[in-house]
Structure formats: structure tokens, C-alpha cells
């Protein structure tokens, strides 16, 4: 059985100003690198062999922090990169006019049609974190992954492991340095393939985490 974690990027400025970040980038803050130590201390001891990160800069940073704890490098991949927000990112949710909150609300809220202008959509997006995530099946046998990410993205590739469409409404939370986790099995009692075992743990973090809609 293959296990694989999913770990969301610590808090960003741009978190708790609630700019959108999509693929644009924003350092993390000092919660931010606190909560990615305090991940990097709960996944030492479960034996780790990869971390595999997001090229983005705040899931580098966190991966950084995640590797020293593990005593692993880590590798990037931009196939888990955060959505394309296209012409909104680094617009604070405030500033948006009742048009441009509409082409956000359209990723979240369950518009098979859902996409910002010059941005991407979310079949789009499942796509490449699918293809991400199936790339650790072919790691040696004994391996323990951890793939570091982001908010819409991790909830998109979880929502469409239960079944759901790429599009379907966000119902996951998936707070900052949030822990999930998916195997890979055959059994006799569950449909052979990917399975959630668990979403958004932060049993982890001394303190609370903000919320993956706010990102």
C-alpha cells in the first residue's frame, strides 16, 4: 500500500492580508514558519523518504523547513502548483467588483464553466495534481511521500479522489500546514485505487491556522 501526505504551505503575508495569491507568491509570516517547524516535527519520526514541494516560493520555504526536521532534501514540481487566478492575483478580496468576485465564486462554488480571465480551470487544475500525485507509484516500494501544496489545489485533487467532479463545490477545510493523507491499495472491501484516509489535520499547530479560503 502506498501512503502518500499532503501538506498545505505555512500562513503568507499575503494570507492574513487576504490577497489572492494563485500563482503569484508572498513570503511566509512568522506563524507561518512556526507552523511548518511544528509539521516538520510531527512528520520526523513517520519515516519519510521524499518531500516533494510545489515550485512556488511559499511551499518551498515550508518544505525547506519540513526537509531539515526529516533529514531529506526535497525536489520541486510545478505540476502542484496553486491555481492560475489569472488577471485577480494579488488583488485584495476587498477590492473586487461584483464581476471579478463572481469569476472567484465560479472556482468555489460549483460552475463547471468556473474560470478567471487568463487563469485556469479547475479540471485543469485536477488534471496536473492527479498526474502529480500518481507519479509517487512509480517510487520504490517502502516509500513515504509528502507532497507540499496549496489550498485549492489540495482540495480539488482530494474532492476528486471521493468521486466528485473537478469543479464541485468546495467542501473540504485545509488550513495552513494542514496534514492529509491518501493511500493507494487494493482491497477487498474498497474500490481498488486511491483512497482519503484522513483531511486537514492540525492537531500539530499550538495555534489556530487560517482557513485555505482566505488564501
Known amino acids: 500500500m502506498q501512503q502518500v501526505l499532503l501538506v498545505r504551505h505555512g500562513e503568507t503575508l499575503w ?15 512568522k506563524q507561518g514558519i512556526e507552523q511548518a517547524r511544528q509539521t516538520g516535527l ?33 525536489v520541486t514540481d510545478a505540476r502542484l502548483r496553486e491555481i492560475n487566478m489569472g488577471v485577480l492575483e494579488g488583488r485584495a478580496l476587498s477590492s473586487l467588483t461584483q464581476q471579478e468576485e463572481q469569476w472567484r465564486k465560479s472556482l468555489l462554488n460549483g460552475d463547471p464553466a468556473g474560470r478567471i480571465p487568463q487563469g485556469e480551470s479547475m479540471e485543469e487544475l ?13 517510487l520504490p516500494t517502502g516509500s513515504r ?22 469543479w464541485a463545490e ?18 477487498s472491501w ?12 492540525i492537531a500539530h499547530l499550538s495555534a489556530p491556522a487560517l482557513d485555505e479560503l482566505k488564501a
Open 145 to 166: 511521500p509528502v507532497l507540499i501544496s496549496h489550498g485549492i489545489a489540495l482540495g480539488c485533487l482530494l474532492g476528486t479522489l471521493l468521486g466528485l467532479p473537478a
Open 170 to 187: 468546495r467542501r473540504l477545510r485545509l488550513r495552513n500546514c494542514s496534514v492529509s493523507r491518501v493511500d493507494y491499495q487494493s482491497s
Open 126 to 138: 485536477a488534471q496536473r495534481m492527479r498526474e502529480a500525485l500518481e507519479a509517487t507509484r512509480s
Open 15 to 29: 494570507n492574513t492580508e487576504q490577497r489572492i495569491q494563485g500563482q503569484s507568491d508572498s513570503e511566509l509570516t
Open 190 to 201: 474498497l474500490a481498488e485505487g486511491w483512497i482519503v484516509e484522513s483531511t486537514g489535520d
Open 42 to 74: 510531527r512528520l520526523q519520526h513517520l519515516g519519510i523518504t521524499h518531500i516533494i514541494s510545489s515550485d512556488l516560493g511559499r511551499t518551498q520555504q515550508t518544505a525547506a523547513i519540513i526537509a531539515e526536521s526529516c533529514q531529506c532534501q526535497y
